[in-house]
T-cell receptor
Framework: DAGVTQSPTHLIKTRGQQVTLRCSPK?????VSWYQQALGQGPQFIFQ???????QRGNFPDRFSGHQFPNYSSELNVNALLLGDSALYLC??????????FGPGTRLTVT | AQTVTQSQPEMSVQEAETVTLSCTYD???????LFWYKQPPSRQMILVIR????KQQNATENRFSVNFQKAAKSFSLKISDSQLGDAAMYFC???????????WGAGTKLIIKP
């Protein structure tokens, strides 16, 4: 049974560009959450998707958007990249509101 | 707003010894969950243990146990018989019963000395 998978592993973008990160949840899970983890800090909640809708959002600007597909996989999109968006982006899946299982993350570097 | 505080940026322990990591949190809610996650250099966040606030009994998972003091809003993690593979960042996290986001502490780096 595959766990949570994320792609790509690493990504380098230039300021002002747009990026899409992808996440496939653990089998049987229907909920996907996204977190941003800056170097040396704890993760910060971006948003959660359930039944293809954004169920809850953290304190992030509208440049951060997402999507959940009928197969429960999810995308995180970030527009107009800033240097401060450089971070590890973690995806977590769960069954409804139960405990969250994390993927290995995508390391985004903005230059 | 809820906050989670981990006051120990780094801890070290001799292999086979016991170490305790501290976590305090601030909330006005009575129903919530608390978690300890481990993040090794591979970056993947791994759930170590969870505690429901309504349970008085402290959670235990093999060599990992917690000391949950609800009135003091304290949730420490005890690791017994420390092993080299326990070396990692440890994060304490909080979630309200009816909320979905995890709120995280800043983490404690655990070093195991052979």
């Amino acid at each position: 049974d595959a766990g949570v998978t994320q792609s790509p592993t690493h990504l380098i973008k230039t300021r002002g560009q747009q990026v899409t990160l992808r996440c496939s949840p653990k089998s049987g899970h229907d909920t996907v959450s996204w977190y941003q983890q800056a170097l040396g800090q704890g993760p910060q909640f971006i948003f959660q998707y359930y039944e293809e809708e954004e169920r809850q959002r953290g304190n992030f600007p509208d440049r951060f958007s997402g999507h959940q597909f009928p197969n429960y996989s999810s995308e995180l999109n970030v527009n107009a990249l800033l240097l401060g968006d450089s971070a590890l982006y973690l995806c977590a899946s769960s069954f409804s509101s139960y405990e969250q299982y994390f993927g290995p993350g995508t390391r985004l570097t903005v230059t | 707003a809820q906050t989670v505080t981990q006051s120990q940026p780094e801890m070290s322990v001799q292999e086979a010894e016991t170490v305790t990591l501290s976590c305090t949190y601030d909330t006005s809610e009575s129903d919530y969950y608390l978690f300890w996650y481990k993040q090794p250099p591979s970056r993947q966040m791994i759930l170590v243990i969870r505690q429901e606030a309504y349970k008085q009994q402290n959670a235990t998972e093999n060599r990992f146990s917690v000391n949950f003091q609800k009135a003091a809003k304290s949730f420490s993690l005890k690791i017994s018989d420390s092993q080299l593979g326990d070396a990692a960042m440890y994060f304490c996290a909080y979630r309200e019963w009816s909320n979905y986001q995890l709120i995280w502490g800043a983490g404690t780096k655990l070093i195991i000395k052979p």
